[in-house]
């Protein structure tokens, strides 16, 4: 069983603040990683796609990878309120097509 | 442009009837997704369509379930019989030639009664 693992939270941090999001896989043969973001009742919506070593920026977020540790993170930056909601990470299973999901780490932004 | 579309947005349904879901692609994306979505489970990957290629069908749960996709766009996604474990969002994603980023769209909430 192919897994991807995340604290399901919630984690509560205040206004302004950064966020930090982890997530480890079990498939050394992934390659490629995203990060959803899925409100209450909506579909998930893809924040960042990362697929080499080391750190990928997009504004306020940054997803790092380090697939010697078989880990991935996201960081948000200044934090707002409407950044709360579930972050789904995914890897990408060597199918090179099925994305394996984690259950989503809660994150709750209070201003 | 327009994003992934599905319809119904909900069902509700009885035991033992068939239902079908419908999802329209991003237009031009080649690649086409079912996954579903339990309560408190992760998304579970259904079935995977890419152009004119056989699907591959390794993730759907029994053998109720069955999808198609014709002409390489629209795709149909039965559950025949359904049981209350069915009960699920039946989310469909597209993606682009030659990409790996998945697209969702807005999911079909499915109840069996």
């Known amino acids: 069983q192919k897994e991807v693992e995340q604290n399901s939270g919630p984690l509560s941090v205040p206004e302004g603040a950064i966020a930090s999001l982890n997530c480890t896989y079990s498939?050394?043969?992934?390659?490629?990683f995203f990060w959803y973001r899925q409100y209450s009742g909506k579909s998930p919506e893809l924040i960042m796609s990362?697929?080499?070593?080391g750190d990928k920026e997009d504004g306020r977020f940054t997803a790092q990878l380090n697939k010697a540790s078989q880990y991935v993170s996201l960081l948000i930056r200044d934090s707002q309120p409407s950044d709360s909601a579930t972050y789904l990470c995914a890897a990408l299973g060597v199918s090179g097509y099925a994305l394996n999901f984690g259950k989503g780490t809660s994150l709750l932004v209070t201003p | 442009g327009a994003g992934v579309s599905q319809s119904p947005s909900n069902k509700v349904t009885e035991k033992g009837k068939d239902v079908e879901l419908r999802c329209d692609p991003i237009?031009?994306?080649?690649?086409l997704y079912w996954y579903r979505q339990s309560l408190g489970q992760g998304l579970e990957f259904l079935i995977y369509?890419?152009?004119?290629?056989?699907?591959?069908k390794s993730g759907l749960p029994s053998d109720r379930f069955s999808a198609e996709r014709t002409g390489g766009s629209v795709s149909t996604l039965t559950i025949q019989r359904t049981q209350q474990e069915d009960s699920a969002v039946y989310l469909c994603?597209?993606?682009?030639?030659?990409?790996?980023?998945?697209?969702f769209g807005p999911g079909t909430r499915l109840t069996v009664l």
């Open positions: 498939d050394r043969g992934s390659q490629s």
């Open positions: 994603a597209s993606s682009p030639p030659g990409a790996d980023t998945q697209y």
């Open positions: 237009s031009g994306h080649t690649a």
């Open positions: 369509f890419q152009g004119n290629s056989a699907p591959d």
């Open positions: 990362i697929y080499s070593n």
